[in-house]
């Protein structure tokens, strides 16, 4: 069936392929006051064409008057099959997503069989915050399609975690990735996931129990050594990030954040070096930048650092952070006009930064 190819990320944009289905047509607007009066089968067509015109309110954007629409639907026919789903499809629509799990619900009371608003319900579930309540429904999505669905396997497998399920997690993850289940592969993207989601601790167990099963596996000292980076326990950082680079050496990365972990040891000589070689492998990213411009800003080489930074502004001129640090260079080279410009426009852009949802 068709539907068994959408695409999560279509779903949880709202392209919803119900929404799509049914065409549109010009008798949709007949006057509905003449329906009682009507043959039957030419009341059929209306109340069908109710359903259409909700549709092409959908598509328009227009949800509220097609929720409007279906609610007065299946208040005057509680027996028509279909609308609790395309007010379940409404309700979603509008980021409603208790409103939407609670209809396709009913929907499936209605018809076991609508495999879509199995996957929407779970989905609905899992952007209303309530991830226990998904598990069911993302499972029974997994299990339609095992191996050719990302995105379903990685929503199920967020949902573990915030459960605290991690070995399901795991494995959900190991789906996604194509590995087997207790490979060390499937507990390094299982870390990678915990840590993006602020499990920490447990992101470190599933971190070093890669390492133990493969010691050679890339990224896997990486990522310890930035999780104890981001805990502030720099000589462990510095030696899982210097066993990376023995595994590794062409990943900038390492190179970047083995120098962070140095300048934060005020190391600062072997810190540039290292940023030297991170830039030298990418050019594109603006982090070793902006680091560089803070070493060498603590080298006394504030000149270098204002090229620097100015270098991170124009890859990336959004960040307030390398406005802030070039107005504190600047302000240190006694150019005071520039120093207030930058640090004026710094504190705008972490204002409008802080003020995205």
Not at 153 to 180: E, H, S
Request: hydrophobic letters at 45%; a neutral charge; charged letters at 25%.
């Amino acid at each position: 069936m068709m539907w068994l190819r959408i695409h999560f990320r279509w779903l949880l944009a709202g392209v919803l392929s119900a929404c799509a289905v049914l065409p549109v047509r010009a008798q949709a607007l007949q006057d509905v006051s003449k329906q009682d009066s009507a043959p039957p089968a030419a009341s059929s067509a209306r109340r069908d064409s109710g359903l259409e015109q909700a549709t092409l309110l959908m598509q328009q954007g227009r949800n509220d008057e097609a929720l409007a629409l279906l609610e007065s639907t299946a208040a005057a026919e509680p027996a028509r099959r279909g609308v609790l789903r395309q007010i379940g499809i409404a309700n979603y629509r509008k980021g409603d997503f208790l409103k939407a799990a609670a209809n396709f619900k009913k929907a499936l009371d209605e018809d076991p069989a609508d495999n879509e608003a199995v996957q929407l319900m779970g989905l609905s579930y899992y952007l209303a915050g309530r991830p226990a309540e998904a598990i069911a429904p993302l499972e029974k999505v997994q299990a339609w399609f095992p191996s050719a669905n990302v995105d379903a396997a990685y929503i199920l497998g967020v949902c573990y975690m915030q459960t605290k399920d991690y070995p399901n997690a795991r494995k959900a993850f190991a789906r996604m990735f194509g590995v087997p289940g207790d490979s060390a592969a499937a507990y390094l993207f299982t870390a990678r996931m915990l840590l993006r989601q602020d499990f920490a601790p447990v992101a470190e167990e599933y971190a070093k129990k890669a390492v133990e099963l493969d010691p050679k596996l890339p990224r896997a000292h990486m990522l310890l050594g930035e999780l104890y980076l981001y805990k502030s326990r720099i000589p462990e950082a510095v030696e899982q990030f210097q066993k990376e680079l023995e595994l590794n050496p062409g990943e900038a990365a390492v190179y970047y954040k083995l120098a962070d972990a140095y300048s934060r040891l005020q190391k600062y000589e072997e810190a540039e070096k290292l940023l030297q070689r991170s830039i030298w492998l990418d050019s594109t990213s603006t982090g070793p930048y902006i680091l560089m411009g803070k070493v060498l800003e603590k080298k006394g080489e504030t000149a270098l650092a204002v090229r620097a930074l100015q270098r991170a502004i124009a890859m990336d001129p959004n960040n307030p952070m390398p406005h802030h640090l070039l107005g504190q260079a600047y302000r240190e080279l006694g150019q005071a006009e520039n120093a207030e410009r930058e640090l004026k426009l710094a504190e705008q852009l972490q204002t409008h930064e802080n003020a995205k949802p």
